[in-house]
């Protein structure tokens, strides 16, 4: 039986990877590292912001020390603040369909996305309220594709359901990535692909791929589990 999901944020419910990418590129260009949209998205797009900092430089022959890393990673989340500020954030139909599947069951979100860009996006379309639960980059040790992030998106779904025994199996998570999916299945969860970023081929790991967050069907979720 269905009892909660668990939505991945950037590609997903925003369509924010485009204005990732163009930050990154941005602060990387101040320190001469050039970075294309097709690395990113090959290579980097799963990572939270200081893992990618840190892989983009390290493929590179570069090295960035941690304070240098916190402060990439600030002057990344003031780019993004800008370049949100011109750009329709929400994919279409993601409103309408978190507010249909808050209806029926709890909701988390479980992200790599720093948590004010998170909770600005929900805020600014009055989704905020329809989530039990915000896992971010800064919420967990590791990031995906490590479990983390949904180990804790289920346990903090527990302790708001108050049902201590919720199973990671009892969930689904809605990716956009490789390494979306295989953190959501490291973690147990049931899985659901949306080819907004990566061809069906490139989620073959999840239970089932569809084409957008508007074409989620919530009794085909509840066939995943049972």
Known sequence: MLRAIVFDFDGVIANSEPLHFRAFRDVLASRDIDLTERDYYARYLGYDDAGAFHAIATDRGRNFSGVELLGLTAEKAVRMEVLEQDASVLFPGAADTIRRAAAVVPLAIASGALGAEIRRVLEGADLTQYFQAIVAAEDTRVSKPAPDPYQRAVA??????????????????????????ASARA?????????????????????LVIGSIGDLDLAGLQRLLS
């Open 156 to 181: 903090l779904l527990g302790e708001a359901m108050h049902d201590p025994e919720l199973r990671p199996a009892d969930c689904v998570a809605i990716e956009d990535s490789r390494w979306g999916i």
């Open 187 to 207: 973690a147990g969860l049931r899985t659901v692909g949306v080819t907004t970023s990566y061809a069906a081929n490139e989620l073959a790991e999840a239970d």
